[in-house]
């Protein structure tokens, strides 16, 4: 990894918003100093700084994923044809099969996919709480990944045995919060870029109690609490009433709530969340694979009436990336094409057509989600999310000649990103000043220092990596067979008061 505390990206083709939120693609040059953009001009004289030919590059702001559960990378491919009842039972409940090593392999592995797609930032909805050590080798994981993390720890029920399915008791024993409020005195890692968050969805513990948790939480500093927001048949509908109508119940609903899906979402609930500047994670692939309805980041997606969107104050997330890749450009274009779907049907089942697409359907409407939107659902706006001077240098630089981009780079480097490229055609991504993927390789990570006893090295490589995660995933697979699935899902399906009736034949 360079050493210089400069760098200079030379002859670039930067994608700069405007004041309006516009992307001006803008030949310029951009100096790096330290961990923030220092000058963006033409013609910018090296000096000592390290020079990056961006000659027939395009440089965009870092993505920004504002929803994630980083530790199931060990997971993967299990889950391609299931829905979101089999996934908590195939997926969320095996958190209890890691153990702190694993979970430090799966964090750092699943946030060093996510540079390699040219994500910088990740709310990190961490549902892996299963023991203080887990928490901890989470965190590890993430810092020493390179990227930048809101670690959002997450109280859960932990898995006490299987065959059959039970829970422990109490949810939220002394450790628990000890271990948050002694990790928010702690924070922030790795020279900021791994801040502390907050995760909730025990919603069954009571007003007063829940009350008296984001209290505990708010005194340990934390800016975003993020929340499951979802009302499927799946699960039972959700919470009665909603979760937002819940939350403005308690008195709990204010700016620092990001909430998770949110399909299904009537207006009141919309207006709700605008009213006090919440905010939402669309993850597009899951939800249209999990059954859990229209993504609701794309507002044209509900000219019908029957729900409502939030474009306005909508972001993208992952989710899970044991089910699909973690590009959220990938996010990005099937979002955004799927709402042109649902745009294009409502005309459609009228026999009518349009003209054209609304702006709010438009590649620089999607580019908007994954980068200023995301910055503001995370709170990070002043910081990242578009390339400015004095923000961070948090980039993502595509070679405009890849077979993907030749022509559509050139034409329109915005309609080129969403609707061509892959991660393969990302050369460089930056995070805080460093280099993190380089000539379309991952460079090698510093183990963060509390990780190495566990990790039993300073350094890694991508293939050091990945042999310990096939070996990990081997050793719990060899548990996860003995689970009698069918009689943990009958478990579930009762814990969530799951409505039998509802299922149909297939």
Sequence with gaps: MPSSTSILLKNGVALIHDSDNHV?????????????????????????????????????????????????????????????????VSGNAQACQFSAKDVFYGQLAGMLESIAAGTTTVVDHAHITVSPDHAKMGIAGAASSGIRSVYCYTPVMRIKSWNPLTYHDNPLEDWVMETFSNLASEGPWADGRITLGFAFDLFFLGAEVVKGIFAVAKKGGIQTITIHSAHGPQLGGGWPGGITQLLKEWDLLDEHILFSHSNNIDRADADLIRQTNAHISSTPSTELQMAMGRPACFDASFLDGKSAGLQDHASLGIDCHSYISASIIGEARIGLQNARANFNEYYLQQGKTTAGLPDSLSVEAAFNLATVKGAEAARMEKDIGRIAEGFKADLAIFDALSPALVAA??????????????????????????????????????????????????????????????????????????????????????????????????
């Design 24 to 88: 001006v693609p803008t030949k310029t040059d951009i100096l790096i100093q330290n961990d923030r953009i220092a000058k963006i001009e033409k013609d910018i004289e090296p000096d000592a700084a390290e020079v990056i030919d961006c000659t027939d590059k395009i440089i965009s702001p870092g993505f920004i994923d504002t929803h994630r559960h980083g530790w199931q990378t060990q997971l993967k491919g299990r889950h391609a044809n299931e829905l979101l009842l089999a996934y908590m």
């Design 409 to 506: 780079a050139q034409h329109d480097p915005i309609a080129a990103i969403i609707l061509h490229s892959s991660p393969a055609d990302i050369d460089t991504v930056i995070v805080d000043g460093k280099v993190r993927k380089q000539n379309g390789r991952l460079v090698d990570t510093a183990v963060e220092e509390q990780a190495q006893e566990t990790v039993g090295k300073a350094n890694l490589s991508w293939v050091d990596v990945a042999k310990e995660l096939v070996g990990s995933r081997g050793r719990m697979q060899a548990e996860i067979d003995t689970i009698d699935f069918e009689e943990a899902t009958a478990t579930l399906k009762k814990v969530f008061h799951v409505d039998e009736s509802v299922f149909v034949a297939t």
